[in-house]
């Protein structure tokens, strides 16, 4: 079977809508689709806490934005995209607030700001802890609005269709009925968020695993940046959920196994009972995540069946705080931690929650693929540089995500020509292949689960967030062998009718290429910078890596200087 | 595609005490339309005089009237109270809190029974 | 351990649902989704089921648990102990396979009520004023994740299908309560109609179900007050003092 739309969206989170209706105003009679593995609404954006960044209080400035984003991303950001994405935030964020979304306010009705990890002022808007789920609701409900836009709600895209260097539309498959089609269109978009699933212990949703960039990957756009793997220093246990940075900013403390604030011993500025700005707390992720490991070498952190922990204290806050500000957070731990955080300490560990890295693209979203287009955590332009700063994600999606729409629209109108054959033998090619997989994995003798759980082991130990020569080595030939073991994967279910395990499959397949394409550029990448830590290379080096790397499916890594505007390199500085 | 019609049971309603409380709420209506029924006896008899007036009486003594009307009652009463349970959450005025928009419902019964109960006692 | 009975549904193969039992680990920290994924992964690849977030705020992975419409990502296997724990497809939707349940007739009613702002006039270059006071009016109903526990605790869901439902009448309310909104009365056609708030006789169930706090049963109540209000305007007003 086979469709044709103008341009087809992949994903249906943040990003990918925002894309969608950026299309849909651009230019009415494109005809526009949104191709989703989950019903939008389920999409990851949902999950988002604390806040999205936008310059909007008195005494802020859009300088003051880009130079915490330059700085807090260790210099390796586009500094042009940086001064766009400040300057549109705003409005991107007063859009959606005219559609509905019910950000916090002060009480005469002016939208509130709350502060964040690493900003230097207080300027991240907030719908007290459920922002990314507001956020999401209100794009998808007006999305609804827009009635020409054609969603395909559990499809699951498996390939890029290429030619002549150019994109030509996907291959997808509908949960429901196993049915496979190709759809074609003249561009195409990427907005299906990161791939937190390729580590163990992750804050990111089952869904999370890298589909978009495996699919770009393969259609000859290279990865960047993959090895700057965020993890954020407060996690639950067990689960991973996510406890927002935002109790940070309403002024939690993490407190190590003696009820001391630690972060002091880390160059991270003095305690204070009030929360300073970009000091103790409010310092950027990385430094927090490798500040925990350094108490852990020394004994200071608590030992539990699922890793070690500290504390975050919320008691001094008070129901009120906690109740209006952080509802979401009390429902959580009380839910999954059996604790409530007004009189009990949370237990807390560093977990894995973001990829600075990703499909390789520009100022507008554009890959080097001729209408490929990506836009959202799937992306990397790169604003987010070594470590993104919390709540420049969700306005990130936003801005991207819009101007890719656009830049999109723009790029299919000059368009005249339909796709050759060669491109419709594609799709036969591809349905082939997934009715084979479908058939020919009886005879496996590997499960799938037991292959994931390897390669998650693997690269926590491997690539953790410190990581060195030996151990990055060791998981690139684990990883080898996990990729050959993956050809001998066994699946049970053999319907066409919502064939999960088969989507598992192919998620696993996307899983293995990101793995190590993370492994082959945190090896070539004999530095430390922001969230790339490397024992045996300690120290930032500008001589030599002041530069983006980008990976190919080959596994060849190549370098792109970082674009230096205004902000020259400089040393990180928080708390002093 | 067939996907699988999941049946409703006839006895749905018994598989949960909410329901079951919902589907004889439902049923308070026949009563609510009985007590109609015997007020529209009652008027017609005290229009007929003394005599028919002395016959209902005698009627309604019998033990199955009694029967029904205490059955009717109970039903009756259990649709008020469901009823004003429900009034809160329909009538939400500013800075009023709902247990007040209950109280006033109570409050409003007591008064009118009270009203009803002077004329016919007095 | 603990048993767990799950109901399967292959079409093709099976002409009905059957009942499967599993025996999964009894840990503290394991929800009934966990329980599956164990399963999944270790016991049998061929059971199929919606998750994601397991936070409880995407709404993907709403079953019935031992009859009870639950989101099985934060309801606790030691709260079934000893077992065994019986979990089916969320009730009142046909069934795709296994505990995957189809919700495209929530998708399409969904637009029905408008879920989306309409404005009339201008819109101001800075944000719409909007005080916390004026925002309690609605966020309520704004928290809704669309899990669907509200239609499966729906009896008249269940006996008439055409039903808007709870939760696609309390985001039409969502909206109609905001102050930045001017859209009740184009609403007002499919919300007050007899398959809308009207439709409505009351149960509650909903309001129980639901993991979020919405109470759609109180919006929907609160729209008939609201719709019966207008109505009656409708018909005593001369057509300008209506509003």
Same mark, same amino acid.
């Given at each position: 079977?086979?469709?044709?739309?103008?341009? $087809?969206? $992949?994903?249906?989170?943040?990003?990918?809508?925002?894309?969608?209706?950026?299309?849909?105003?651009?230019?009415?009679?494109?005809?526009?689709?949104?191709?989703?593995?989950?019903?939008?609404?389920?999409?990851?954006?949902?999950?988002?806490?604390?806040?999205? !960044?936008?310059?909007?209080?008195?005494?802020?400035?859009?300088?003051?934005?880009?130079?915490?984003?330059?700085?807090?991303?260790?210099?390796?950001?586009?500094?042009?995209?940086?001064?766009?994405?400040?300057?549109?935030?705003?409005?991107?964020?007063?859009?959606?607030?005219?559609?509905?979304?019910?950000?916090?306010?002060?009480?005469?009705?002016?939208?509130?700001?709350?502060?964040?990890?690493?900003?230097?002022?207080?300027?991240?808007?907030?719908?007290?802890?459920?922002?990314?789920?507001?956020?999401?609701?209100?794009?998808?409900?007006?999305?609804?609005?827009?009635?020409?836009?054609?969603?395909?709600?559990?499809?699951?895209?498996?390939?890029?269709?290429?030619?002549?260097?150019?994109?030509?539309?996907?291959?997808?498959?509908?949960?429901?009925?196993?049915?496979?089609?190709?759809?074609?269109?003249?561009?195409?978009?990427?907005?299906?968020?990161?791939?937190?699933?390729?580590?163990?212990?992750?804050?990111?949703?089952?869904?999370?695993?890298?589909?978009?960039?495996?699919?770009?990957?393969?259609?000859?756009?290279?990865?960047?940046?993959?090895?700057?793997?965020?993890?954020?220093?407060?996690?639950?246990?067990?689960?991973?959920?996510?406890?927002?940075?935002?109790?940070?900013?309403?002024?939690?403390?993490?407190?190590?196994?003696?009820?001391?604030?630690?972060?002091?011993?880390?160059?991270?500025?003095?305690?204070?009972?009030?929360?300073?700005?970009?000091?103790?707390?409010?310092?950027?992720?990385?430094?927090?995540?490798?500040?925990?490991?350094? #108490?852990?070498?020394?004994?200071?952190?608590?030992?539990?069946?699922?890793?070690?922990?500290?504390?975050?204290?919320?008691?001094?806050?008070?129901?009120?705080?906690?109740?209006?500000?952080?509802?979401?957070?009390?429902?959580?731990?009380?839910?999954?931690?059996?604790?409530?955080?007004?009189?009990?300490?949370?237990?807390?560990?560093?977990?894995?929650?973001?990829?600075?890295?990703?499909?390789?693209?520009?100022?507008?979203?554009?890959?080097?693929?001729?209408?490929?287009?990506?836009?959202?955590?799937?992306?990397?332009?790169?604003?987010?540089?070594?470590?993104?700063?919390?709540?420049?994600?969700?306005?990130?999606?936003?801005?991207?995500?819009?101007?890719?729409?656009?830049?999109?629209?723009?790029?299919?109108?000059?368009?005249?020509?339909?796709?050759?054959?060669?491109?419709?033998?594609?799709?036969?090619?591809?349905?082939?292949?997934?009715?084979?997989?479908?058939?020919?994995?009886?005879?496996?003798?590997?499960?799938?689960?037991?292959?994931?759980?390897?390669?998650?082991?693997?690269?926590?130990?491997? !690539?953790?967030?410190?990581?060195?020569?030996?151990?990055?080595?060791?998981?690139?030939?684990?990883?080898? #062998?996990?990729? #050959?073991?993956?050809?001998?994967?066994?699946?049970?279910?053999?319907?066409?009718?919502?064939?999960?395990?088969?989507?598992?499959?192919?998620?696993?397949?996307?899983?293995?290429?990101?793995?190590?394409?993370?492994?082959?550029?945190?090896?070539?990448?004999?530095?430390?910078?922001?969230?790339?830590?490397?024992?045996?290379?300690?120290?930032?080096?500008?001589?030599?890596?002041?530069?983006?790397?980008?990976?190919?499916?080959?596994?060849?890594?190549?370098?792109?200087?970082?674009?230096?505007?205004?902000?020259?390199?400089?040393?990180?500085?928080?708390?002093? | 595609?067939?996907?699988?019609?999941?049946?409703?049971?006839?006895?749905?309603?018994?598989?949960?005490?909410?329901?079951?409380?919902?589907?004889?709420?439902?049923?308070?209506?026949?009563?609510?339309?009985?007590?109609?029924?015997?007020?529209?006896?009652?008027?017609?008899?005290?229009?007929?005089?003394?005599?028919?007036?002395?016959?209902?009486?005698?009627?309604?003594?019998?033990?199955?009237?009694?029967?029904?009307?205490?059955?009717?009652?109970?039903?009756?009463?259990?649709?008020?109270?469901?009823?004003?349970?429900?009034?809160?959450?329909?009538?939400?005025?500013?800075?009023?809190?709902?247990?007040?928009?209950?109280?006033?419902?109570?409050?409003?019964?007591?008064?009118?029974?009270?009203?009803?109960?002077?004329?016919?006692?007095? | 351990?603990?048993?767990?009975?799950?109901?399967?549904?292959?079409?093709?193969? /099976? &002409? *009905?649902?059957?009942?499967?039992?599993?025996?999964?680990?009894?840990?503290?920290?394991?929800?009934?989704? &966990?329980?599956?994924?164990?399963?999944?992964?270790?016991?049998?690849?061929?059971?199929?089921?919606?998750?994601?977030?397991?936070?409880?705020?995407?709404?993907?992975?709403?079953?019935?648990?031992?009859?009870?419409?639950?989101?099985?990502?934060?309801?606790?296997?030691? &709260?079934?102990?000893?077992?065994?724990?019986?979990?089916?497809?969320?009730?009142?939707?046909?069934?795709?396979?296994?505990?995957?349940?189809?919700?495209?007739?929530?998708?399409? =009613?969904?637009?029905?009520?408008?879920?989306?702002?309409?404005? /009339?006039?201008?819109?101001?270059?800075?944000?719409?004023?909007?005080?916390?006071?004026?925002?309690?009016?609605?966020?309520?109903?704004?928290?809704?994740?669309?899990?669907?526990?509200?239609?499966?605790?729906?009896?008249?869901?269940?006996?008439?299908?055409?039903?808007?439902?709870?939760? *696609?009448?309390?985001?039409?309310?969502?909206?109609?309560?905001?102050?930045? &909104?001017?859209?009740?009365?184009?609403?007002?056609?499919?919300?007050?109609?007899?398959?809308?708030?009207?439709?409505?006789?009351?149960?509650?169930?909903?309001?129980? *179900?639901?993991? =979020?706090?919405? /109470?759609?049963?109180?919006?929907?109540?609160?729209?008939?007050?609201?719709?019966?209000?207008?109505?009656?305007?409708?018909?005593?007003?001369?057509?300008?003092?209506?509003?």
């Amino acid at each position: 079977m086979t469709t044709f739309h103008n341009i $087809v969206v $992949v994903g249906g989170g943040g990003a990918g809508l925002r894309a969608a209706t950026a299309i849909a105003e651009a230019n009415p009679l494109l005809s526009v689709a949104i191709v989703s593995k989950v019903y939008p609404m389920r999409s990851h954006t949902v999950s988002a806490e604390g806040g999205a !960044a936008a310059v909007i209080a008195d005494g802020d400035s859009l300088d003051e934005h880009a130079y915490d984003t330059v700085s807090g991303g260790d210099w390796l950001v586009e500094q042009d995209a940086v001064e766009a994405f400040v300057e549109e935030a705003p409005r991107e964020l007063l859009r959606l607030e005219h559609q509905g979304c019910p950000w916090s306010r002060k009480p005469d009705g002016r939208i509130a700001v709350r502060a964040f990890g690493g900003m230097k002022k207080k300027r991240t808007w907030f719908a007290a802890d459920k922002t990314g789920f507001h956020m999401l609701h209100t794009l998808f409900q007006t999305a609804l609005s827009y009635s020409d836009i054609v969603r395909y709600d559990e499809w699951f895209v498996t390939k890029l269709l290429i030619d002549e260097g150019r994109v030509h539309g996907v291959v997808a498959i509908e949960l429901a009925t196993g049915r496979v089609e190709t759809i074609i269109a003249n561009a195409v978009i990427m907005c299906t968020g990161g791939c937190g699933r390729v580590f163990p212990f992750t804050t990111n949703a089952n869904i999370k695993t890298g589909d978009g960039m495996a699919l770009a990957q393969r259609a000859g756009a290279p990865l960047k940046d993959m090895e700057f793997v965020q993890y954020h220093p407060t996690g639950l246990p067990f689960t991973g959920i996510l406890i927002t940075e935002a109790t940070r900013a309403e002024g939690g403390w993490l407190l190590n196994k003696d009820g001391y604030r630690y972060l002091q011993d880390y160059d991270l500025g003095k305690p204070t009972p009030e929360p300073v700005l970009r000091s103790m707390e409010l310092g950027p992720r990385d430094r927090l995540s490798q500040a925990f490991m350094h #108490e852990h070498a020394k004994g200071r952190t608590i030992e539990t069946p699922y890793g070690p922990i500290v504390h975050l204290d919320l008691r001094h806050l008070g129901a009120h705080v906690i109740d209006t500000k952080l509802p979401f957070v009390r429902e959580l731990c009380s839910k999954y931690q059996n604790i409530d955080p007004v009189k009990e300490l949370i237990p807390v560990r560093p977990v894995v929650h973001y990829m600075m890295g990703g499909i390789h693209t520009d100022i507008n979203g554009a890959t080097p693929v001729e209408g490929l287009y990506a836009a959202g955590e799937v992306a990397c332009v790169s604003i987010n540089g070594a470590n993104r700063l919390g709540s420049n994600s969700l306005p990130e999606l936003l801005v991207f995500g819009a101007r890719a729409g656009e830049a999109a629209a723009e790029y299919v109108r000059s368009l005249r020509t339909g796709p050759r054959n060669a491109v419709y033998a594609q799709g036969n090619d591809e349905e082939r292949r997934l009715r084979a997989e479908l058939d020919q994995r009886r005879k496996g003798t590997e499960r799938i689960a037991d292959l994931r759980t390897e390669m998650q082991a693997t690269m926590e130990e491997g !690539a953790g967030i410190y990581r060195d020569g030996d151990s990055l080595e060791k998981a690139a030939v684990k990883l080898h #062998e996990l990729r #050959e073991r993956f050809d001998r994967a066994a699946i049970d279910d053999h319907s066409s009718t919502f064939n999960t395990e088969l989507i598992s499959l192919l998620e696993l397949d996307f899983m293995l290429d990101i793995a190590q394409s993370i492994v082959a550029c945190a090896g070539k990448r004999t530095e430390s910078r922001g969230a790339h830590q490397r024992t045996d290379f300690p120290k930032r080096d500008d001589e030599h890596f002041l530069s983006h790397s980008l990976v190919h499916r080959s596994g060849e890594v190549e370098y792109l200087p970082v674009t230096i505007t205004r902000w020259p390199p400089g040393e990180r500085v928080y708390g002093r | 595609m067939s996907a699988y019609r999941q049946p409703v049971s006839a006895f749905w309603w018994l598989r949960q005490w909410s329901y079951l409380l919902f589907v004889l709420r439902e049923l308070s209506s026949v009563f609510v339309a009985w007590f109609v029924v015997y007020l529209l006896l009652l008027v017609a008899a005290v229009g007929d005089g003394a005599r028919a007036y002395e016959d209902f009486l005698a009627w309604s003594g019998h033990g199955w009237v009694l029967v029904l009307n205490l059955v009717a009652t109970a039903f009756v009463l259990l649709h008020a109270v469901t009823w004003f349970a429900l009034a809160p959450r329909a009538i939400v005025v500013p800075r009023v809190p709902p247990w007040a928009v209950l109280v006033a419902h109570y409050a409003a019964w007591a008064l009118l029974s009270a009203g009803v109960a002077w004329v016919v006692l007095r | 351990m603990i048993k767990m009975e799950v109901t399967r549904f292959r079409p093709g193969e /099976d &002409d *009905a649902p059957i009942v499967q039992s599993y025996e999964v680990p009894l840990r503290k920290e394991w929800a009934v989704l &966990d329980g599956l994924n164990y399963i999944k992964d270790q016991l049998d690849g061929t059971l199929s089921y919606r998750w994601s977030c397991r936070m409880g705020i995407c709404g993907s992975c709403g079953m019935t648990v031992n009859g009870k419409p639950q989101l099985s990502c934060a309801t606790f296997l030691t &709260d079934y102990a000893p077992g065994p724990v019986r979990v089916e497809p969320l009730r009142n939707f046909p069934v795709i396979r296994d505990l995957v349940v189809d919700i495209s007739d929530f998708m399409t =009613k969904l637009p029905k009520v408008k879920p989306w702002l309409i404005h /009339d006039g201008e819109v101001p270059e800075d944000e719409f004023l909007q005080t916390p006071r004026e925002m309690d009016e609605y966020k309520k109903y704004s928290m809704c994740i669309n899990c669907m526990l509200c239609y499966s605790a729906c009896p008249v869901y269940a006996l008439e299908p055409e039903f808007l439902g709870p939760a *696609a009448i309390a985001l039409g309310q969502r909206y109609n309560l905001d102050s930045r &909104d001017d859209g009740a009365l184009e609403r007002r056609d499919v919300l007050a109609s007899a398959a809308g708030a009207w439709a409505c006789t009351f149960v509650g169930e909903c309001s129980t *179900a639901c993991p =979020k706090g919405v /109470d759609p049963a109180g919006a929907i109540q609160r729209y008939k007050l609201t719709a019966a209000v207008s109505a009656l305007k409708d018909f005593l007003l001369p057509r300008g003092a209506r509003r």
